[in-house]
């Protein structure tokens, strides 16, 4: 875990002088190949853990680019980082209901139901 913790440092340290888009496709690849690597097995809490650092780094990262005063937590919120600013989420949302499938698939027409038959 602080190996993915390190390189994830390494590129957001606060010299970066490349552009945000660039940055960003860098720290995207590097989450999907981590992801990737480790897709075996149960991984949802080490997901967590580094969902958390990189929202904190990029966080940290984006506010002293800005010259934002603090952490920059008000101006880049979770969901501006990873729907703005597009960094991958390695969690996924939960959808508002555990029934939505269901009710998309009723909708549609598919002819899924919601038991098994």
Not at 27 to 39: C, E, I, P, Q, V
Not at 45 to 59: G, M, N, T
Not at 72 to 80: C, N, P
Not at 88 to 104: D, G, K, N, R
């Amino acid at each position: 875990m602080q190996r993915i913790k390190d390189k994830i440092g390494d590129l957001l340290k606060p010299g970066e002088k490349g552009s945000w888009p660039s940055v960003r496709d860098r720290l995207n690849r590097l989450l999907a190949g981590w992801s990737a690597y480790f897709s075996y097995g149960t991984r949802a809490s080490a997901y967590r853990a580094v969902d958390h650092h990189v929202s904190e780094s990029v966080r940290r990262f984006l506010a002293k680019r800005h010259k934002e005063p603090g952490r920059g937590a008000r101006r880049f919120s979770w969901s501006e980082i990873h729907g703005k600013y597009g960094v991958t989420q390695l969690v996924q949302p939960l959808s508002p209901t555990p029934w939505a499938c269901y009710e998309v698939c009723r909708k549609a027409g598919c002819g899924k139901s919601a038991r098994p038959v």
